[in-house]
């Protein structure tokens, strides 16, 4: 239930005198609660207040209270938070004046605010997190952050609690303000491999009804110190391996354990001064993983077995070390390689060589016994060469040519030679001899085809490109070297090499004089290509020279005939019939067929009704009768012409033929 309190206070008589009354209640009042009674508590008449203007006057930013001029109540409007309205302060206090017109009274009023626990303690930071050194002794202190709330006097923070742990526990100091702090303490030693992590809560209580509390999570992290030594899983470890091992191959890989971490953890691994040099020359110890692997030749007739003495340190500050021996026992194997010598070799070879020349002399060997020393030798793959082995010097071969060889397919080989010998499992070895195939002139040049038809516009400039004919030759150097040529044949008494040119070193043949279709249409003759070789080789290739007309001549009427310059004329009587034959044009061009095909057309005419002109043969025929008002005198004037539009009146418009009627 709410509660107030009521206290007057007479400041000075009426009518000008001001009184202050002072209640006080509980924070977070419901709205509608009645504070108290104005009028009953300042002697005022209620039933006379509806009459008189009575203003509230509140010196806040808010209006947290009202009055009923009907009861003369003062009432809440709207909840009230301590907290909100007078922070970190003990005491707070809502001040307000009633002021009564006719007359004119003033009351002055205090309104006490009283806390309620109406706010829980809480951390500022809800997780906390600790490095603690596993060397700490007990009894040192680590601060941890103090809880706040916003309440007061009895409804704030009271004591501070921890979870259960039997390494740590809280103290609690009071300062001068009355703030409490609180001390984490460590009561017990820590141990970072037993538990590196340590999870706490701490819990901040107030005294307030009912009690209300807040946490926070403490985290404290156990710091490793370098109090655990390097451990090995076995004090002696025994190997066997096989001799001749490679270089690199795997022994074994050592495992020390340290419990600590970090740097202490980190393990370096080294032979002591107990393990021999000669042993350390034979194998390989990794530092920071522990493998051990094979470094140098491992030799069953020089040694049946190595001890390594190893330690494993830790990177510590002041480290801690364990040790270990490692005993490798060698097994014996067939671990010598057969031989192979080489003598009396020819790296360089004509293609041509005969087949059954000797190129070289090959011997071979094992330094072992029995099975192991039996050796014998191939060839790696199928080559032109075969092993003959000597009748008299048993293990030593002849390298012999056993095909026809040829640079062009194949310019050099690599010939392995393989040899193996009959130990379990076999060893072998290689040698490998490089044969280079010197060139011989052994191949003529070769054009890409046999026979080339190359077309020539006619009235081509003299020196023009007609067409590049390249041959080739798959020898090499001066083997390869061409020279063309122009195979000197006669036309007319006159010399291809008159007409044509072809440059010597690249095969680009080109017209020397400008050639007339009318005149010369085609020209055959042959082009040889040589090479440098001795004795040099050659081939030839036709070629086939194609003039290609152009419509470069004007078409020249034969028929009817006539002077150069002059008219036709003719008489046609009157009489003739409509489509009577009057005369026939004849034209002839001497271009191919393609640009001399002529027609003929009208270019003027007297009377375009009386005649008509058939453009294929060039029959001009009547078209009507004549009557007599068609004049004397009628001109045609004819246009033959060809595809290429070359036209007789463009040579001379007096030339074409005219008639005239009688």
Known sequence: MPFWTTVFVLCAAWPSALSVTRYSIAEEMDRGSVVANLAADLGLDPGGLAQREVKLDIFTNKKYLDFNKKTGELYIVEKIDREYLCPAKPTCFLKLDVIIESPLRIFNIELGITDINDNAPHFRRDRVELDVSESATPGERFSLPNAVDPDVDINTIKTYKLSVSEHFTIEIQTGSDGTQYVDLVLTKSLDREENAVHNLILTAVDGGVPVRSGTANIIVRVQDTNDNPPRFDKQIYTINMTENSP?????????????????NSEIVYSFTLYTSEKTQDAFALNPNTGEITVKGTIDYE??????MHIEARDKGAHPLLGQCKVVVHVTDMNDNYPEITIQSVKNTLDEN???????????????????????????????PFILNESSDRPMHYKLIVSEPLDRETVPEYEIM????????????DNETITVHLLDVNDNAPQFPQSFYTIRVMENNAPGALLSSLTAFDPDLHENQYLVYFILEKEIANTSMSMLFSINPENGNLYALKTFDYEIEKEFLFHIEARDSGSPPLSSNVTVHIIIVDQNDNAPVIVSPWRAHGS?????????????????????????????????????????????????????????????????????LLLLPRTTGILLCLLQSPSSCPQWRLQ
């Open 247 to 263: 270089t690199g191959a795997l022994v074994m890989k050592l495992n020390a354990t340290d419990l600590d971490e970090g740097l």
């Open 567 to 635: 008219v036709v004329e003719d008489k046609i009587p009157r009489s003739t019939d409509k489509g009577s034959l009057v005369a026939k044009v004849i034209a002839l061009d001497t271009d191919s067929v393609h640009n001399s095909r002529i027609t003929y057309q009208f270019l003027q005419v007297t009377d375009a009704t009386l005649f008509s002109l058939d453009q294929y043969n060039g029959e001009i025929r009547t078209m009507r009768m004549f009557s007599y008002r068609d004049p004397r005198h009628q001109r």
């Open 302 to 307: 020089d040694m049946k077995f190595y001890e």
């Open 417 to 428: 030679l393989i040899v193996t010998d009959a130990g379990k499992p076999p060893l072998s």
């Open 353 to 383: 060589i005969p087949v059954g020349i000797v190129i070289a002399l090959v011997g071979i060997s094992d330094r072992d016994t029995g099975d192991n020393g039996k050796v014998s030798l191939s060839i790696h793959q199928p080559m």
